[in-house]
């Protein structure tokens, strides 16, 4: 992955392909944003007219490349926008700069190191810009040209990035790009894992991929194949899974602090490709359902950033994994399931899958009495119809839990928005046959499948559930540190979650 360093150099004697400086949209034309003093200097101080000239006006997004001052080292310099110019006494917050150095690093892929001059006031600030910048520098190469990243249309990221005005003896500075990078690093390898094709990653080389990174962290794992989820009565991860000859997996991977006062536990959605089994998706709507597990890549992600944090919190992540194909062994709508928890769920539609491997899973993981459970899950289109494609619904049975999810969405810069949990709609999923059914009213279908998950959780646990349907995968263009395709949704919140839990701010 992009390498980091902070470093305090002057930005004209350094070798590198490009300088990237902040550029902001002003009351009367684009202006240069601090950090840049050095860069306009050589300019002559006329930085911002050239780039109005240019065309430039500092929005969001928006890149200028342009030859370097005389007396620079450096070719080019690259204005990156950051948007509209912050008000007076204020700053451009962590979620401008983690944009804006995720664009410019996408805007660089093919360089080999680039120094970024960009507005950071603190330690915080310079971590969003590590953040974003090896967030940016992602690309999935893995399938071109012999999976090589100098294949012929793959350019590779950017390979290295100097943060100037960073202080790179400064505990803080330093805590803050060691955090960017393990955090990035993980959720880049969620957003591989959702990439995968699901030929080469069922569950079975999902559960691997997990085991060995968490022997390598230090994390505890174990691994439930069919015949313990059979022994072990998990009717529900086993139903979606048993019309594929991939068979399923339930993860559980444990991460503890000899220092912790709290215990979370994430639950996954991992359907390595959801075809819609019998009630098969139509064509058009199942082209990017390799996404599906992209909840448990998450979590998974998590619970390594956790550990590689060492946070001082215990965090048990459950990666609920199945492969929802259609065959002549696979559930049939109208099949009767016997869950993990006990309760029977008459199957009316096989694919809504994601709610039956979610079930078992939660059920499982409130055995432990964590103090709080969150689950993730590309689960429901209706949510995506609710909330678009960048933002992730959160429902709870606690307001002040799913606050404070809603707030660490925020921090981490993953936009989410609070969703009801109306009792009325429960009465959609009566099933004549069986204690509930796995679908109800077609309206709220979101919230509907929210019901659903609650009905398996632990009596007296708080429980939150995120429905990442919409931003897990971006099938548009990149923007800022998002690139095309698996996006790694949900990591960061998790990450702040614990962090935040840690630190005794949960209560
Ligand atoms: N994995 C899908 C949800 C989904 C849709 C995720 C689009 C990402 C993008 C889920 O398993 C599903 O098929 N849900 C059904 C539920 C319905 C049958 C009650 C849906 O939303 O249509
Ligand atoms: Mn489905
Ligand atoms: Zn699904």
Redesign the pocket.
């Known amino acids: 992955m992009t390498a980091l360093t902070l470093s305090t150099a002057a930005a004209s004697g350094l070798r590198v392909d490009a300088i990237v400086v902040g550029v902001a949209k002003g009351a009367k034309g684009p202006v240069v944003a601090p950090g840049a003093e050095s860069v306009d200097k050589a300019y002559d101080g006329k930085l911002a007219s050239v780039l109005e000239t240019l065309g430039a006006t500092g929005g969001e997004g928006e890149v200028t490349k342009l030859p370097a001052p005389s007396g620079f080292k450096a070719p080019v310099v690259l204005a990156v926008g950051l948007g509209t110019v912050p008000e007076k006494d204020e700053t451009y917050g962590t979620d401008a700069l983690r944009r804006a150095a995720g664009t410019a690093a996408r805007a660089l892929s093919g360089s080999k190191k680039a120094a970024f001059a960009l507005p950071a006031e603190d330690a915080e600030d310079t971590g969003a810009i590590a953040e974003g910048a090896l967030l940016g520098a992602y690309s999935f190469d893995a399938y071109k040209e012999n999976g090589s990243a100098k294949g012929k249309d793959a350019k590779g990221p950017l390979g290295e990035v100097a943060l100037l005005g960073g202080k790179p003896r400064d505990k803080a500075y330093k805590a803050a790009v060691e955090r960017a990078t393990a955090v990035a690093e993980e959720l880049n390898r969620a957003r591989d894992l959702v990439n995968t094709p699901p030929n080469d990653l069922n569950p079975e080389a999902f559960a691997a991929v997990a085991t060995a990174a968490a022997k390598e962290h230090g994390i505890k794992v174990q691994v439930l194949d069919e015949k313990a989820l059979t022994k072990g009565g998990f009717g529900g991860i086993l139903g979606v899974g048993v019309g594929s000859d991939a068979p399923p997996r339930l993860v559980k991977l444990s991460y503890t602090s000899s220092k912790a006062k709290k215990h979370l536990a994430f639950v996954g959605k991992g ?1 390595t490709y ?1 075809s ?1 089994g019998i ?1 098969l ?1 139509p064509a058009g709507h199942n082209e ?2 390799k ?2 597990m992209a909840g448990a890549a998450a979590v998974f992600a998590a619970v390594v950033s956790a550990a590689r944090l060492g946070l001082e919190v215990n965090v048990t992540g459950w990666l609920a994994l199945a492969e929802n194909m259609p065959s002549g062994s696979a559930t049939r709508p109208g099949d009767v399931l016997r869950m993990y928890s006990g309760k029977t769920v008459e199957v009316l ?1 096989t ?4 709610r039956l491997v979610l079930a078992d899973a939660i059920a499982k993981a409130s055995e432990d009495e964590p103090d709080a459970i969150v689950d993730v899950a ?5 949510m ?1 119809m609710a909330l678009g494609s960048r933002t992730f619904g959160i429902m709870a049975n606690d307001d002040a839990f799913r606050a404070a999810i809603h707030d660490a969405s925020e921090e981490a810069g993953e936009p989410s928005w609070p969703m009801p949990l109306p009792e009325h709609l429960k009465k959609g999923m009566d099933s004549p046959t069986a204690d509930i059914a796995n ?1 109800g009213e077609r309206m709220g ?1 979101g919230l509907v499948a929210g019901l659903f998950l609650q009905e398996f959780v632990g009596e007296g646990i708080t429980w939150a559930h995120l429905d990442i ?1 919409g931003p ?2 971006n099938e548009g263009g990149p923007f800022g540190y998002t690139p095309k395709g698996g996006t790694g949704t949900a990591v960061r919140t998790l990450v702040r979650l614990a962090e935040r839990t840690a630190a005794g701010d949960l209560g």
């Open positions: 359907i959801d819609g009630s998706k990017t359902m996404c599906d539609n694919d809504a899958e994601g590309t689960l429901t289109g209706a995506m679908m279908g349907a897990a995968f």
